[in-house]
């Protein structure tokens, strides 16, 4: 572990940072981690912020569920933490270099194992008290905004329990304190005007702070108001005594008695008594500078970092350009005309404002000509009226601006086109550009992209438009009010209005009328503003083959997708989909969270399915195309191979080229799958979610991901009988219960087998009938049934021989064999095992020829022949790698080690069951059933491992770190074994 959160990993260094100053977040060198659900974030939230010091289990328990503990207690601690170690350690590393050790019962996050945001807080903190006690105003404001600029918005958001409120609380005290200090050290610079922008906007949220009250006087006073900084003192007086009935304290009334007495001294410090300067003879300016901005009207809600970023020093030098894109309703004009009043007083010659109209409902857009003209006008140009041409009009309007110091802000562009023209001359000039579209045709100094408001900043918008006390009265409908708006400030504007034009309106009246995505957008408008009109003209402004992508984005069957989808839906090549997706993006009517990868925004996906509808047939085609991209993409990664699903389309044009590519393209739709089912069926494509759902479901299995099996299969069979495919009902039932095998639940499996087969047969379906045959023999097998189960995979076997049915055939003969090695009937178990790995082949799916190797190679390790095992269990552990299965992958290494234990390699022996381990670490105890048995399994080979090669007392710790596994007690057989092993040598 190295200094600023580094860890040294094969000679590369990798960084760490998280961060907390608003939901929490974590990078490793740049990347983004998955800190999982929110509990997990309190956890680490608990630990990190008390980084180096050790926190005991009922420390954590109750700083993370309060009064509320789950009822497992101590025993849901460790899977928190290793899913935390697992998504934040490096790789490689082991637990002496995990970023959480174990620590005298507890947990301790390491000191310095990532970079803090927090830290870099506190640093910032101390730097700016250190230069203000030195008398650098500038250098501490300047590190006070520094540290602003860190928080994303309320710290911890969205982290429960005691702990993370108490820590949310010191540090939204602590982002508090800065702010004053900031705007203490602007009025002691002299530049009190700017202080008294922020200084409305910090009091209005607590407006019984004295402090701030004192720190707001003194801005007055110095921006040249006494009077008014009076006044605020006896409306504060006011206040204090009616609603809490105290009087000011000394600190308010001392500043109060300085403003009578004016004295500057005390109210204003340094900038009181600085000499004045001798008066430069002013350049001579045409008129007196003029200031075009809006008003700054409305509540700016979660824009600190944005406004930061636009506010930030720009070059002297030359004219400086900031742009600022995002969709319909997303704030872009409050947020620059904000900014602007902010840099107001850096550009002496003025700030002007142009509205270019490019989404305006009564004019789309407005020609530059008219434009320069009105500018040149503001500028004091004499008779540009009369100039009509646009390369004359920009020579007149640079000449006017060069030897100017202006602001311009542009909104509502259409183009970095309509831009170029309208730029001033004047060095040290700044324009800030805000529009729908990314302006890449730009030269731009700074871009910044506006995302609908977070969860907590679009509850503040709302608070603050409909008023705090109503808006508290009904949390829970509140935030699901700021869900229904997407966040979108224009939305929550409107729900607003509505609810305060309709007093007798509860939030949760305005949430159920806004239920379903018919009314949803219905019930955003008010007077002349809505939010499908602002969608609608980003819209109209689109090539007609981008609309057409627009409105097959629409019918999209999960949040993201990539290239593929549109593709599909548009009969076009992926990279002509992708100019599309790109060129939506800059239309900001798409967003994109990831290289490849894009979804749009709920209420713009709403507004994207309504334009679907309104062209059923091609809506119809669309929606069809999709499913089939998802059946065809299932049907080639599943380890049955396309040829084993008897009925429906099989691939043909699908622009996957192997089962990789098909399995890496379902890898990137992560938790969405299961949605490609609901959607198929809410259509009421039931035979589309019943093959879809059958070809995932060994998909899931295979990734340990069984209960979104489960789910799907139970949505698809719900329709099964709707559908045209009578195959369904029976195969939908062979596919749940394969699913339970996987899971141990043995007799629940053979409930779903015995349905399946009493379906297939009384619709005399062969290829079912045998499917059906071969989960009951398997579950008679697991149960101990033996001559049952090979009655039952025997005949399921010959039937699928008969129809040819490869994957069948493949895993009914590895049954078989494993049958008659039970038996001792090894020579014909051996031949069943070399036909499944010949079927398997045919099949090219590496996991299961794997799967028939490993059965093999069982046997041969049984037999003690070492040499010939081996040389399978490589074999087939290569391929298992090759497959991406990490469970089979961790077995058949422990399973070789325990080969070369056999011939007597105890060093490569005890190699392999450790590299089983790191493979098992990587696997989640909250999915994968099999966690805790193999474990106890790898640790017990280990330890006999290292009793033959003498170290008992390390084959000892192996054996009693397998009794302690979590769940030990379940798997009686490992726990004998491991008991065994500890008698051997020499401890109970």
């Not at 989404?359 to 009369?386: C, D, F, K, M, N």
């Amino acid at each position: 572990m190295g200094d600023g959160g580094s860890v040294v990993s094969g000679g590369v260094r990798q960084r760490l940072r998280i961060a907390v100053l608003g939901p929490v977040l974590a990078w490793r060198d740049g990347t983004p981690l998955d800190l999982g659900p929110v509990r997990r974030q309190a956890v680490l939230a608990a630990l990190l912020l008390r980084a180096g010091t050790p926190t005991g289990p009922e420390q954590l328990l109750d700083g993370v569920w309060g009064a509320n503990p789950p009822g497992s207690g101590r025993r849901v601690l460790p899977s928190y933490v290793y899913q935390l170690r697992k998504a934040l350690d490096a790789e490689g590393a082991g637990p002496a270099e995990s970023v959480i050790r174990s620590d005298r019962g507890g947990y301790c996050f390491a000191r310095d194992a990532a970079e803090l945001d927090v830290a870099e807080l506190a640093e910032l903190g101390g730097a700016a008290q250190r230069a203000k006690e030195s008398g650098d105003l500038a250098a501490a404001m300047d590190r006070c905004s520094e540290a602003l600029a860190l928080f994303r918005g309320e710290p911890l958001a969205g982290v429960p329990g005691p702990f993370a409120q108490g820590e949310r609380g010191r540090l939204t005290q602590r982002r508090r304190t800065l702010q004053q200090e900031r705007l203490d050290c602007l009025v002691l610079l002299g530049r009190s005007a700017e202080a008294l922008d922020d200084l409305a906007a910090v009091a209005a949220s607590d407006p019984y702070d004295e402090s701030l009250m004192a720190l707001r006087m003194r801005a007055l006073y110095g921006s040249g108001h006494q009077a008014e900084a009076l006044n605020a003192y006896q409306d504060m007086r006011k206040r204090l005594r009616d609603e809490l009935g105290v009087d000011p304290g000394a600190e308010l009334r001392r500043v109060h008695q300085a403003v009578l007495r004016r004295d500057d001294q005390l109210l204003l410090g340094p900038a009181a008594t600085r000499p004045a300067a001798a008066p430069a003879t002013p350049p001579a300016r045409p008129r007196r500078p003029v200031n075009e901005l809006p008003g700054d009207t409305g509540h700016l809600a979660g824009r600190e970092r944005e406004l930061a970023l636009l506010t930030a020093p720009l070059a002297d030098a030359a004219v400086s350009v900031v742009a600022v894109d995002g969709p319909a309703g997303v704030g872009k004009s409050a947020l620059a005309v904000r900014a602007a009043w902010r840099l107001r007083e850096h550009y002496p010659d003025g700030c002007l404002f142009a509205d270019l109209r490019a989404h305006s409902t009564e004019q789309h857009g407005i020609a530059p000509q008219r434009i320069l003209r009105r500018l040149l006008r503001s500028v004091g140009a004499a008779e540009s009226e009369v100039l009509d041409d646009l390369d004359e009009l920009v020579a007149a309007w640079r000449a006017a601006t060069s030897s100017l110091r202006l602001l311009l802000v542009l909104d509502d562009v259409p183009g970095a086109q309509q831009v170029r023209p309208l730029l001033p001359a004047g060095p040290g000039s700044a324009v800030i550009v805000a529009g729908r579209r990314r302006l890449a045709g730009l030269d731009a100094d700074r871009r910044v992209s506006l995302e609908p408001l977070a969860a907590g900043d679009a509850v503040s918008l709302l608070r603050h438009v409909l008023g705090e006390a109503r808006a508290d009265r009904e949390p829970e409908a509140a935030q699901e009010l700021v869900r229904l708006c997407d966040g979108l400030p224009l939305a929550l504007r409107i729900a607003g209005a509505r609810l305060q034009n309709r007093p007798a309106w509860t939030l949760a009246y305005l949430v159920e009328r806004m239920s379903g995505d018919e009314r949803r957008l219905g019930e955003l408008s008010a007077g002349d503003r809505s939010v499908e009109a602002a969608f609608r003209l980003s819209y109209e402004q689109l090539a007609p083959m981008q609309q057409r992508g627009f409105r097959a984005l629409g019918l999209s069957p999960t949040v993201e997708f990539d290239p593929l989808t549109p593709a599909a839906v548009l009969g076009c090549p992926p990279l002509d989909a992708e100019w599309i997706l790109e060129s939506l993006v800059d239309a900001s009517l798409l967003q994109q969270p990831r290289p490849g990868r894009y979804r749009l925004h709920d209420l713009v996906r709403v507004h994207a399915r309504r334009l679907a509808d309104a062209t059923p047939g091609e809506a119809d085609e669309a929606r069809t195309a999709v499913l089939r991209l998802y059946l065809d993409a299932a049907r080639i990664a599943s380890d049955w191979g396309p040829d084993a699903f008897l009925t429906g389309p099989r691939p043909a044009a699908a622009p996957f080229p192997d089962w990789k590519d098909a399995d890496g393209w379902l890898d990137a739709a992560g938790g969405e799958l299961v949605d490609v089912v609901g959607h198929a069926a809410a259509l009421g494509e039931a035979d589309y979610a019943c093959w879809i759902a059958e070809a995932l479901s060994d998909y899931f299995a295979r990734r340990g991901r069984y209960h979104e099996c489960r789910t799907a299969l139970e949505i698809a069979l719900a329709h099964a009988e709707e559908a045209g495919d009578r195959r369904m009902p029976s195969a939908l039932r062979t596919c749940m219960g394969v699913n339970d095998l996987y899971q141990g639940r043995h007799q629940e499996g053979h409930a779903w087998f015995t349905e399946a087969l009493h379906l297939a047969r009384r619709r005399a379906d062969r290829g079912e009938e045998a499917r059906a045959l071969a989960g009951l023999g398997a579950a008679d097998l697991y149960a101990g049934r033996a001559e049952q189960a090979m009655t039952r995979i025997a005949d399921a076997v010959e039937q699928a021989q008969r129809s040819d049915d490869s994957w069948l055939v493949a895993m009914g003969l590895c049954l078989l064999g494993s049958l008659h090695q039970l038996h001792g009937r090894n020579e014909e178990a051996l031949a069943c095992f070399a036909s499944s790995v010949t079927r398997a082949e045919k099949i090219g799916r590496p996991r299961m020829i794997s799967r028939s190797l490993a059965c093999a190679a069982d046997l041969h390790h049984g037999l003690g022949q070492y040499g010939e095992a081996r040389t399978f269990y490589r074999q087939a552990a290569d391929l298992a790698e090759r497959a991406g299965d990490v469970l089979l992958h961790a077995i058949l290494l422990t399973r070789l080690g325990s080969a070369e234990l056999g011939d007597g390699n105890l060093s490569a022996a005890a190699a392999l069951h450790h590299q089983a381990l790191s493979h098992h670490r990587t696997l989640s105890p909250l999915t994968e059933p099999h966690f805790a048995r193999l474990e106890m399994d790898i640790r017990y080979r280990l330890g006999r491992t290292y009793s033959a090669a003498g170290r008992v007392a390390e084959a000892r710790e192996q054996f009693r770190s397998a009794l302690a596994v979590p769940g030990a007690g379940e798997h009686p057989m490992e726990r004998s074994q491991a008991l065994a092993g500890l008698e051997e040598c020499g401890a109970g």
